[in-house]
Nanobody, 119 residues
Framework: QVQLVESGGGLVQPGGSLRLSCAAS????????MTWYRQAPGKQRDLVAT???????TYLDSVKGRFAISRDNAKNMLYLQMSSLEPEDTAIYYC?????????????WGQGTQVTVSS
C-alpha cells in the first residue's frame, strides 16, 4: 500500500534549525513531484516547497532563503531543511506526492508532523 510518513518535527526556539523527513513506500520519491505543505490551526493549507521530477524547485515567498527541499531517490526519502525559524513557521507539516500519467492524477499524503517555534 502507498504510505508517506513524516518525522523530525518538534519544539525549537526562534532562529533555530530543524530538518523534516518524509519516508515513502515504493518508488514514489523518484517518480512523483514532491511537496511540503503546512497548516496552522484556523488557517488554510499553504504550499511550502516543491521538488519536481524535472529537477525544479519552488518555495513559498516567506521561506525563500531559509528552507531547502531535497530528495534521496535511492532511499525513498524527502527532506525539508529549515533554518532561521520564526514563530510564524509553527504548523503541521505534510508531505505530498503527486503525479499525472495517462491523463490521470495520483495524489498521496502523509499524516503530518508538528513544528512549534517558540521561546
Amino acid at each position: 500500500q502507498v504510505q508517506l510518513v513524516e518525522s523530525g518535527g518538534g519544539l525549537v526556539q526562534p532562529g533555530g534549525s530543524l530538518r523534516l523527513s518524509c519516508a515513502a513506500s515504493g518508488n514514489l520519491i523518484s517518480t512523483c513531484d514532491m511537496t511540503w505543505y503546512r497548516q496552522a490551526p484556523g488557517k488554510q493549507r499553504d504550499l511550502v516547497a516543491t521538488s519536481t521530477t524535472a529537477g525544479s524547485t519552488t518555495y513559498l515567498d516567506s521561506v525563500k532563503g531559509r528552507f531547502a527541499i531535497s530528495r534521496d531517490n535511492a532511499k525513498n526519502m524527502l527532506y525539508l531543511q529549515m533554518s532561521s525559524l520564526e514563530p510564524e513557521d509553527t504548523a503541521i507539516y505534510y508531505c505530498n506526492a503527486n503525479k499525472t500519467r495517462w491523463g490521470l492524477t495520483s495524489d498521496y499524503w502523509g499524516q503530518g508532523t508538528q513544528v512549534t517555534v517558540s521561546s
